[in-house]
């Protein structure tokens, strides 16, 4: 057949909401970057990690735990300075030299139960955060999986696992990390406080004024982090959505020699990460050293006040020395608080982006009280007046008014040019879309109104574009009915023929076959999808194409075992060789979204019309 003959006849992946994005062209992302220079979201607060304390409450027991072993380490922290002022002021005394023992021997338990309560606390909070993003993980991984057409027209996958994977980690170092260093030193500065205060009102006064120096630079700056950060993240998953994309077009560009274009786009992808990665991580840097000097300047200042005070004997060198450990106690809390501040302001980010996701509600989902299907369905399909536009070109009709009926066991085949609207048809039935107008029935109750998943449990799709897991022969089979036992998967693939090239595995159905299952030939791939289908076993079998990579002589075997599996089973067929389609009980002829004939294969021909036209060009061109 000739190029110009294949265009008029098609392949029903063409009626598709979008087509695949070349790897070598821009696409669009799932959300847009933060404004430059971090306007904007810049300015957002911490609110975004606020969503993650539901999965933090599920473990309520672990969360107190860690709190106790938290205020345990605190509590003998904070009892190191009162210690050593009462040896310094009555322990070197010569009426007191026993006491070194004991002040000693307190000191060495008190070390034990820090150790012992930072060890505990340790365990507790990461395991906390690694549990905490192990849900996030499935509750993300979850609403993809029930996300619909619309939102996979426009998203790129390489985005989605950076937003799966990347920003989960960056969570997991903030919640199981930052998180625990943020609230020790918390407390820690907290405590340390209030003992200055108790030890020395005056100096603490001093120290008191000094605080807004500290903390409002320490907030401007963290501003600054979390929209470099946020940026930084958006060019990582730019850089690999778009590996992705070539990864899993590899031999499409290498078979354009579009190696070296697809290497200088990701070099200059990785290159602005990059850059925005050392932007953020500047900003982190000049958040850390002026937050560390603010500290320890301001303390220092207040320090040579104290000094002061001995000197002229207005406090004791036991109460100097214990307000200069609770001084640098606080002081390296607030400085180790601006470090996890700005490690925390980057998992906003992360959290943000998550967020994102977790937001987007499908446009196709279950009804709250969703309409039950008969206990036997027999596949009766009906299309009443539908009409439906893909969401990214909703001007453009994919089907107007379309309306026909398919009685049980009936078999009906799709024909027409590209764009036709074939796939669409099995697009709505599936339930990845909606349609704007009319109503598609299943044995007479409305699917608009029904859960998908119940729709789609009496549907088989045998599709174009066949999808092949990184597992054995046997696990892509049973991925159809995954109750199905080891008998029943190996009865369908020896149906599909499967069998034949099996036995020439090296571990037989039980080989793992590839990403994608790239040590398979096309029609082998193509043979264990249709193997789904026969052990799907549903009253509806869709077929598009389903002979399309095999050759003359797999094809005629297959088709043998489709035919067998189609009995007793309502089946549509989009074809695009006519000669497929030559028993169909009925061809329904589609031309620009609508059903322009019908009829059979002698009956459309002696017509004349597009039918007749599309079998004369490919009859015409095989004989």
């Known amino acids: 057949m000739t190029q110009a003959d294949t265009s008029h006849v098609g392949t029903g992946g063409a009626d598709a909401s979008a087509s695949a994005p070349s790897p070598l062209a821009p696409s669009p992302t799932l959300a847009s970057p933060p404004e430059e220079g971090g306007r904007g979201r810049g300015r957002a607060s911490l609110r975004p990690l606020l969503a993650l304390l539901p999965y933090a409450v599920r473990y309520r027991g672990r969360v107190t735990a860690a709190l106790l072993a938290l205020g345990a380490a605190a509590g003998a922290t904070l009892s190191l300075p009162i210690a050593v002022r009462r040896m310094i002021d009555y322990g070197f005394a010569p009426d007191h030299a026993g006491m070194i023992d004991r002040y000693f021997a307190v000191l060495a338990l008190v070390v034990a139960v820090l150790a012992a309560a930072s060890a505990v606390r340790f365990y507790l909070v990461t395991t906390l955060g690694e549990r905490v993003v192990a849900d996030l993980r499935n509750a993300v991984f979850e609403r993809l999986t029930g996300l619909d057409g619309a939102f996979y027209d426009s998203a790129r996958s390489g985005e989605i696992t950076s937003r799966l994977t990347a920003d989960t980690t960056h969570i997991k170092v903030a919640v199981a990390t930052s998180a625990s260093v943020a609230l020790r030193n918390l407390v820690l500065f907290l405590g340390a406080a209030v003992m200055m205060v108790v030890t020395s009102p005056r100096l603490s006064g001093l120290v008191l004024v000094a605080i807004p120096f500290i903390v409002l630079p320490l907030v401007a700056f963290g501003r600054k982090v979390r929209a470099r950060t946020r940026q930084a993240q958006d060019r990582l998953a730019d850089a690999s959505a778009y590996a992705s994309e070539v990864v899993g077009a590899i031999r499409a560009v290498q078979a354009s020699s579009a190696e070296g274009a697809a290497r200088t786009r990701f070099g200059t992808q990785v290159n602005l990460a990059f850059e925005a990665a050392r932007d953020a991580t500047r900003a982190r840097a000049m958040l850390t050293g002026i937050g560390i000097f603010l500290v320890f300047s301001s303390i220092v200042a207040v320090l040579w006040v104290g000094a002061q005070g001995v000197l002229n004997g207005t406090m004791s060198a036991g109460d100097l020395s214990q307000f200069v450990l609770f001084a640098v106690l606080a002081a390296s809390s607030l400085g180790e608080l601006s470090q996890t501040w700005g490690e925390v302001s980057a998992a906003t980010g992360a959290a943000e982006r998550i967020g994102e996701l977790l937001k987007v509600e499908p446009l196709v989902r279950p009804p709250a009280h969703p309409a039950p299907l008969p206990a036997a369905v027999t596949g009766e ?199 497929t389609v030559l028993s169909a009980d009925r061809i329904l002829v589609m031309e620009a979204g609508r059903i322009v004939d019908e009829g059979t294969h002698t009956q459309l021909v002696a017509k004349g019309g597009l039918y007749a036209r599309l079998a004369a060009l490919q009859f015409h061109a095989a004989a």
């Open 381 to 579: 399909l009906r299309f009443e007046d539908v009409a439906f536009a893909y969401p990214g070109r909703p001007g453009q009709k994919a089907l107007d008014g379309v309306s026909f009926a398919v009685k049980p066991g009936e078999r009906i085949a799709l024909v027409g040019p590209s764009g036709a609207g074939k796939s669409t048809v099995f697009q709505l039935l599936e339930r990845f879309y909606d349609p704007q107008g009319g109503r598609i029935l299943l044995d007479g109750v409305d699917i608009a109104g029904c859960d998908p998943v119940a729709v789609r449990r009496h549907l088989a799709l045998v599709p174009q574009e066949v999808a092949i897991f990184a597992d054995t022969v046997r696990e892509n089979i049973r991925l159809a009915r995954p109750e199905a036992s080891d008998a029943e998967v190996e009865a369908a693939g020896k149906a599909a023929l499967v069998d034949e090239f099996v036995a020439r595995l090296p571990e037989g159905w039980d080989t793992m076959v590839g990403e994608r299952g790239v040590t398979l030939s096309g029609g082998q791939r193509q043979r264990i999808v249709i193997a789904r289908a026969i052990l799907r076993a549903a009253p509806v079998l869709l077929l598009d194409e389903a002979t399309s990579a095999l050759d003359a002589e797999s094809e005629t075997l297959v088709q043998t075992a489709l035919e067998y599996s189609m009995r007793g089973r309502t089946t549509l067929v989009i074809a695009h060789r006519l000669a």
